[in-house]
């Protein structure tokens, strides 16, 4: 009866990790239709098959698979999720990370290297040298942070893939970077940016995890 669907559910959502197990359940206990939970554009159930399956890594990562975009796997990384997070709150990058249509490169530092920053990303000299301490209060000050973190996070999204070694691409903020080969690895440029792995490959670009950020002024 009833009784039945929820227990296999259950069966298979013990065995995924918790996160993912919390967004499925509660629809269960509700007894209402599964409904798809919006996590990032990603069906939870399409998520199964990336829960038994460890993610590639590195040079191991596949040929990109078919359905999915960017947007479905970039927050599976949990060293960049803070970069994740602004990909998935800034509109321009969000739609380009999911459209099929377009080829992106996602230069996203470590949080570590996030953490690491002489400032934050959405705080820029010239509003404390122009409004003082309280240049990010208010609706204006919102803005303002808001304009900054997309300049940021812009920054690091390559309109480009396959992305060529010295291939000079301007980024989606404006700036102009390429990269090298360097002891085996790539370096981005400007800045000498160390790439710790390539995390993901799918049908419409590439995740490269980086060790450092890009300068965005
Ligand atoms: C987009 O990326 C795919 C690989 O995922 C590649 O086959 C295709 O040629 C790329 N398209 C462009 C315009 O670069």
């Known amino acids: 009866m009833k009784i039945t669907a929820p227990l296999v559910l259950l069966a298979i959502c013990s065995q ?37 399956v460890p993610p590639p890594k590195d040079n191991e990562a596949s040929a990109g698979s078919d359905s999915l975009s960017i947007s479905d796997v970039i927050g599976k990384e949990r060293v960049i999720n803070i970069f994740a997070g602004f990909t998935r709150d800034i509109d321009t990058i969000s739609k380009r990370l999911n459209d099929q249509s377009q080829n ?22 010239e509003d404390y040298n122009a409004l003082g301490d309280k240049a990010y209060e208010g609706q204006s000050g919102e803005d303002r942070a808001t304009r900054n973190l997309r300049r940021f996070a812009e920054a690091h999204v390559v309109p480009v893939s396959p992305w060529k070694e010295g291939d000079k691409v301007m980024s989606m903020g404006g700036g102009t970077v390429w ?24 049908s419409n670009g590439e995740v490269w995890i980086l060790k450092g950020c890009l300068n965005y002024d």
């Open 104 to 125: 992106t490169t996602v230069l996203a530092p470590l949080n570590s290297a996030l953490q690491k920053l002489p400032r934050k990303p959405w705080e820029d000299p």
């Open 179 to 202: 990269w090298e080969s360097r002891d085996g690895g790539k370096v981005v440029q400007p800045g000498d940016i160390e790439v710790s792995s390539v995390a993901e490959r799918v």
């Open 16 to 52: 995924v990790p918790v996160a993912s197990a919390q967004l499925l359940l509660p629809n269960f206990f509700r007894n209402r239709p599964a409904k798809p939970i919006p996590q990032g554009h990603q069906h939870p159930i399409m998520n199964i098959p990336n829960i038994f």
